[in-house]
């Protein structure tokens, strides 16, 4: 029977179905998802304790393949709580270290974003026209620093089908007082020569600096690119992927046909196949900046965030909440 706490299943399942969407707030959530399995287990060992956080650690990973914040964040929580449970017996103490320290993710991660807005917002001159794509938090808050800062900007956002998110962005611009364009996807080429500068946010980004973001993000890169405007991505550092030092590939996710098409349309096709990925890949030969909450760095210098923060990766690191997953579970 699966020990993971209702509250706990029903955070997974938001990110499932993205009612709780982007990259950093999936791993906040996630996080959340692990300090209610730690508050709310009865274990009376601390690897019992660790084997309930583990279960819920699995069903969280699950969710969504390729924003790598949400592994990263697990990874992040779990590493910290099993040095914890090695040191001490007293569950009660792990419980209560499990809620500092997913505590300590969030604030950190909050607190990245916001560092984020100050990085990004130097970019931003008095008359730009920018262009941004789907929603992200951090790419968001560099616009809404340097509105706050007095710049006179204005954004194109395009409405980011099929999930629209371009939607979302759109009122937080309109609440923060940016002028704003709400253009269609297939617009995107033709406007781009009536603007400056792109920011974008990121899911996961490689050690080779390609970043996986929205679908359409590459294409929207392929268009700055010929329009010779400089293309800059918003990411805080726990969205970089360790696997790929390894050579991994970060997986692409495909969602259902009903995101697209309605069920009866479909049904009613005899030889339609619907594709639905949800990123796409850009290459680092289009990223002009990655705008991390340490600093701004071209591409090509993702592999030294990787090995500041994860050494070498090596493999049996990768899903550390495994080992503690008895194997019947
Ligand atoms: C969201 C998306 C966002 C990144 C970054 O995709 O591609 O650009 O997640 O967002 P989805 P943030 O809607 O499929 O989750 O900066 O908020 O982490």
């Known amino acids: 029977m699966s020990s993971v706490p209702p509250k706990t299943l029903q955070i997974a399942e938001d990110i499932r179905s993205m009612r709780t969407r982007g990259a950093g707030r999936i791993a906040c959530a996630a996080v959340q998802g692990l300090m209610i399995a730690a508050e709310e287990s009865r274990a009376s060992t601390t690897e019992h304790l660790l084997q309930d956080v583990a279960q819920a650690a699995r069903v969280l990973y699950n969710t969504r393949p390729s924003a790598v914040s949400l592994p990263n964040g697990l990874r992040y929580f779990f590493t910290r709580l099993e040095a914890k449970a090695k040191a001490t ?14 505590q300590s993710f969030i604030t950190m991660s909050t607190n990245a974003v916001k560092a984020i807005g100050q990085i990004g917002s130097r970019f931003i001159d008095d008359g730009d026209v920018i262009f941004t794509y789907c929603n992200s938090a951090a790419a968001a808050e560099i616009l809404i620093t340097a509105h706050q800062m007095g710049r006179q900007f204005s954004v194109y956002v395009p409405e980011t089908r099929p999930k629209y998110q371009g939607y979302i962005t759109l009122t937080w611009l309109d609440k923060a007082g940016i002028a704003s364009y709400l253009i269609t996807d297939n617009a995107i080429r033709y406007l781009m020569g009536h603007a400056d500068k792109v920011f974008v946010g990121a899911d996961a980004i490689a050690a080779n600096g390609a970043v ?14 010929e329009a010779r405007l400089d293309f800059f991505v918003a990411a805080e550092s726990y969205k970089f992927s360790p696997l790929t030092m390894l050579g991994e590939l970060i997986q692409i996710e495909e969602r259902e046909a009903s995101e697209i098409v309605p ?13 639905n990925p949800a990123f796409d890949l850009t290459p680092p030969e289009y990223i002009d900046a990655i705008i991390t909450e340490q600093g701004q ?13 994860y050494g070498w990766f090596t493999s049996e690191l990768a899903l550390p909440w495994e080992s503690h997953i008895p194997p019947s579970s």
């Open 89 to 102: 017996d007293d569950t009660a103490a792990v419980r209560r270290q499990a809620q500092d320290i997913g």
């Open 212 to 225: 996986l973001n929205k679908i359409g993000t590459s294409m929207v890169a392929l268009a700055a690119d």
């Open 263 to 275: 069920a009866d349309r479909l049904t009613s096709w005899k030889h339609v196949t619907v594709r």
């Open 297 to 309: 760095i071209p591409p090509q210098a993702a592999i030294s965030i990787l090995y500041e923060q």
